[in-house]
Antibody
């Protein structure tokens, strides 16, 4: 059974950094691309970032480009999202999602909440 | 960016009725790279349909997807109580974008 478990969300002030983690199990992690998708409270879904199976290629939404960095450790079956220079509009639940090929999202974690408040 | 517009915003129906949800893209989604997800309150999204019309593993056959180009539809043939949720469409041909969602509520 595929399982994705996010962690690292917190209540933080604008301008700080935070690192999210997503631990994966139940599939051959190093053969699948992974994404982060976020959902602001009461709002829709926004794709944030993706990383290829090897980690060689990364992609970002314009809203986070230059501030967020996605990475993965295939030896630990974990994908990360380093979030720098956080803004109020980054407040959201952040979901880790496994990409199929072509890249729809066939499995999702339960999410981790990031709240920005001064 | 390929903007997806879902309609209606809210759909009020009774169990046993048929639900028809629409997703319109601002640009053609070739190869039918369109998916549908269900999100129940407090839960993560769940994949229902990919490739515009293929049901994901374990999804009941009352859920069906259709369409091509810029117009796509999710149909739920006979609503069950657990189907009342929010539904999102998603195009994955270019940079991922999602529709704003349709809330399916009990009438």
């Amino acid at each position: 059974e595929v399982q994705l478990s996010e962690s690292g969300g917190d209540l933080v002030q604008p301008g700080v950094s935070l690192r999210l983690s997503c631990a994966a199990s139940g599939f051959t992690f190093n053969t699948y691309a992974m994404s982060w998708v976020r959902q602001a409270p009461g709002r829709g879904l926004e794709w944030v970032s993706a990383i290829s199976s090897s980690g060689d290629a990364t992609y970002y939404a314009d809203s986070v480009k230059g501030r967020f960095i996605i990475s993965r450790d295939n030896s630990r079956n974990t994908v990360y999202l380093q979030m720098n220079s956080l803004r109020a509009e980054d407040t959201a639940k952040y979901y880790c999602a496994k990409e199929a090929s072509p890249p729809y999202f066939d499995h999702w974690g339960q999410g981790t909440l990031v709240t920005l408040s001064s | 960016e390929n903007v997806l517009t879902q309609s209606p915003g809210t759909l009020s129906l009774s169990p046993g009725e048929r639900a028809t949800l629409s997703c319109r893209a601002s640009q053609t989604v070739s190869s039918s790279y369109l998916a549908w997800y269900q999100q129940r309150p407090g839960q993560a999204p769940r994949l229902l349909i990919y490739g515009a019309s293929s049901r994901a593993t374990g999804i009941p056959d009352r859920f069906s997807g259709s369409g091509s180009g810029t117009d796509f539809t999710l149909t739920i043939s006979r609503l069950e109580p657990e189907d009342f949720a929010v539904y999102f469409c998603h195009q994955y041909e270019t940079t991922h974008t999602f529709g704003q969602g349709t809330r399916l509520e009990i009438k």
